[in-house]
Structures are given as C-alpha cells and as structure tokens.
Antibody
Framework: QITLKESGPTLVKPTQTLTLTCTFS??????????VGWIRQPPGKALEWLAL???????RYSPSLKSRLTITKDTSKNQVVLTMTNMDPVDTATYYC??????????????WGQGTLVTVSS | QSVLTQPPSVSGAPGQRVTISCTGSSSNIGAGYDVHWYQQLPGTAPKLLIYGNSNRPSGVPDRFSGSKSGTSASLAITGLQAEDEADYYCQSYDSSLGVFGGGTKLTVL
C-alpha cells in the first residue's frame, strides 16, 4: 500500500525559506520509472505543478518558479524534500506530494498525500 | 491563467450526463501528449480518475470516461450522482513539466 505524508511548518514569514518533507512508504524511489512530485493549491484556486524528481535523480521544475525551488531525495529514508526560497503571501497554499506512476508516457500522479497548508504572513 | 482551459463550472441533475472540456494548444495536448483527469472532493486531496486519455484506474466506476481529439480532451460522467459533486482537473504536459487545467466545479442539482 502506497502512502505519502507531507510535513513542515504551517506558518512562515515573508522572505523566509520553506522546507517541506514528503515521507512515503509502499514503494522505493530507486525503482526505475518512479518519481515523486510536489503540487500546490492556493485556497479556492487550481492545482499548480511545482517539481518532480525521478528515480535516477532527474529533476524537473515549474519554469515560473525554477529559480526558487530545489527538490532532493533521500532514498534510504524514503523522503523527498522541497525547498522554496523567498516566500511571499501569494505562496500561501496547501502543498501536496504525490507518487508518479512508473509507466511510459507523460507523468501522472496515482497516489497523493493529504496535503499541508502553509501560510505566509508576518 | 492555466495553460489548459476548463469551464469554471458545469451542472446536471441526478441521472443526467455531463461533459467537462479541457482545451490546450499545439505545445501540450496538440503535441500528442496524454491527458489525465483528477477528481477533488471538498476538503480532500485530488484522486486520479482517468489516465492516458481514457483509462480508468481500478475502482473508478465506468460512469466516468475520457476522450481526446486534436488540442482538446473531454471527461464525461453519465448517470450523475450526488457524490460526484466535486472539482475536476485535467492534466497534460508542456515545457518539460506537467500542467493542470484551471479546474471545473461540478454541481449536482
């Protein structure tokens, strides 16, 4: 059974750096084709794809946020970490991590974490 | 503004059929990339509904179906039920990363 869970601060101040951890079970990030992604959703708004890391350490970032994002993995701990620098109130959102199905074709997410709400405010 | 365009809302009575469109361009859907669909019930995480344009994961009722043509895709829901009231998002690929539509709120009248 695949599960994912996000953890990190619920409140950050403007200009600070956000660090979120996705801890997962039921799969290995060393298995060919597997990936873990981060998606966010501002309150009442649409989903936004942020970043995706693959089993081979290939990393893909949202072009509009690339300069602020870093995604890393720790295969031994079954964790993926997302950092976002220079946080702003517009970054207030629920942040989800999700499992990328190890299949051919463009990625999609077949398992999602419950999400964690991050508020940016002074 | 999302790269993939969806109607903000659709509605239908129980038992009816509704469709939700997802319009892209030659750099995403029109480039041949697959379209996937997610259902997000109020206050919950998104759930994969359709993958690879028209495939249903195990457990998804066959009332849900997807199709793709040209630069657009559609999600159809037949035999509408109250429990289908949710937000629906399409997803494809563009500029080396996934992209989501703006979402469609389905109201069951």
């Amino acid at each position: 059974q695949i599960t994912l869970k996000e953890s990190g601060p619920t409140l950050v101040k403007p200009t600070q750096t956000l660090t979120l951890t996705c801890t997962f079970s039921g799969f290995s990030l060393s298995t060919s084709g597997v990936g873990v992604g981060w998606i966010r959703q501002p309150p009442g708004k649409a989903l936004e794809w942020l970043a995706l890391i693959y089993w081979d350490d290939d990393k893909r970032y949202s072009p509009s946020l690339k300069s602020r994002l870093t995604i890393t993995k720790d295969t031994s701990k079954n964790q993926v970490v997302l950092t976002m620098t220079n946080m702003d109130p517009v970054d207030t959102a629920t942040y989800y991590c999700a499992h990328r199905a190890p299949v051919a074709g463009i990625p999609y997410f077949d398992y999602w974490g419950q999400g964690t709400l991050v508020t940016v405010s002074s | 503004q999302s790269v993939l365009t969806q109607p903000p809302s659709v509605s239908g009575a129980p038992g009816q059929r509704v469709t939700i469109s997802c319009t892209g361009s030659s750099s995403n859907i029109g480039a041949g990339y697959d379209v996937h669909w997610y259902q997000q019930l109020p206050g919950t995480a998104p759930k994969l509904l359709i993958y690879g344009n028209s495939n249903r994961p195990s457990g998804v009722p066959d009332r849900f179906s997807g199709s793709k043509s040209g630069t657009s895709a559609s999600l159809a829901i037949t035999g509408l039920q109250a429990e289908d009231e949710a937000d629906y998002y399409c997803q494809s690929y563009d500029s080396s990363l996934g992209v989501f539509g703006g979402g469609t709120k389905l109201t069951v009248l």
